[in-house]
């Protein structure tokens, strides 16, 4: 995940100047910034899809800024609908926001899930697997899950 950011940053440095992205009026200012690199990024998202190259830098942005929020949900979705062991970054996720901001993330994730779950009906299911899964990240990850999903908060891992 640490590695996401300086990637996303170094992509776009490297983009030619005759890429798309500077084309578009909207993108003339062609300094690498944290906002101009999240538009990029945003930018490539709604171009393609299965961009998860920006996927994972909007999340680690998420990560970074402890702001976790229902818009930020979708990101963390085909990833999951993936591979069921990428619960754990969306659990990570809203601990990350709860332990750096203090901000309360337990509802967002319960709707996140929630949302997982509709499409994918499965989910549930494959993450009470995880819950035994050999890798701690992954079964504490599933476990947490479980627990929100339950109507429970966050387990507080801070102690």
Same mark, same amino acid.
């Given at each position: 995940m640490r590695d996401c950011i300086? %990637? +996303?940053? *170094?992509?776009?440095? !490297? $983009? @030619?100047d005759d890429h798309p992205f500077w084309l578009d009026p909207r993108h003339l200012n062609t300094q690498t910034t944290w906002m101009k690199v999240r538009e990029y990024h945003e930018w490539a998202l709604a171009e393609r899809d299965h !961009? &998860? &190259?920006? *996927?994972?830098?909007?999340?680690?942005?998420?990560?970074?800024h402890c702001?976790?929020? #229902?818009?930020?949900? @979708?990101?963390? $979705? @085909?990833?999951i609908q993936r591979d069921r062991r990428n619960v754990r970054w969306l659990i990570n996720a809203a601990r990350q926001v709860r332990h750096g901001s203090g901000a309360p993330a337990t509802e967002t994730l319960r709707e996140a899930l929630i949302e997982a779950t509709r499409t994918s009906p499965d989910l549930p299911a494959a993450i009470r697997l995880l819950a035994d899964d050999e890798e701690t990240a992954v079964h504490e990850a599933a %476990? #947490?899950? $479980? *627990?929100? $999903?339950? +109507? %429970?908060g966050l387990p507080d891992d801070r102690a």
């Open positions: 300086p %990637q +996303g940053f *170094r992509r776009v440095y !490297e $983009l @030619p !961009e &998860d &190259d920006s *996927r994972w830098f909007l999340i680690a942005c998420v990560w970074k702001a976790m929020a #229902a818009s930020h949900v @979708p990101l963390f $979705l @085909p990833l %476990q #947490a899950a $479980l *627990r929100v $999903l339950a +109507g %429970q």
